[in-house]
Nanobody, 123 residues
Framework: QVQVVESGGGLVQAGGSLRLSCAAS????????MGWFRQAPGKQRELVAG???????NYADSVKGRFTISKDNAKDTVYLQMNSLRPEDTAVYYC?????????????????WGQGTQVTVSS
């Protein structure tokens, strides 16, 4: 079983900054990728930023130049530094991690979600 725990959400004024953290723990061989998604009321969940084991990153166009994703392999943790926040960034932010684990049939992959953390940006 794998646990994914986010932290760092909160209320901030427009133009401010927040840093989200997401730690994965449990039974897995390695982490293939980790990413941040967000879901605003009445909208679909969307990818915000992702990072692979090979440190390849990708970002939604709406956050490029403002958000930075990074990871600490020793802690199995991914971070999302959010600067120049806008009211439209308000959403519940979810962390997703893709892990590899061994079975008697060979390596398998699975992905897990965190419980989400609220980010609210006031105008």
């Amino acid at each position: 079983q794998v646990q994914v725990v986010e932290s760092g959400g909160g209320l901030v004024q427009a133009g401010g900054s927040l840093r989200l953290s997401c730690a994965a723990s449990g039974s897995f061989t390695s982490i293939k990728a980790m990413g941040w998604f967000r879901q605003a009321p009445g909208k679909q969940r969307e990818l915000v930023a992702g990072i692979t084991a090979g440190v390849i990153t990708n970002y939604a166009d709406s956050v490029k130049g403002r958000f930075t994703i990074s990871k600490d392999n020793a802690k199995d943790t991914v971070y999302l530094q959010m600067n120049s926040l806008r009211p439209e960034d308000t959403a519940v932010y979810y962390c997703n991690t893709i892990v590899t684990y061994m079975t008697k049939w060979g390596p398998k992959e699975d992905d897990y979600w965190g419980q989400g953390t609220q980010v609210t940006v006031s105008s």
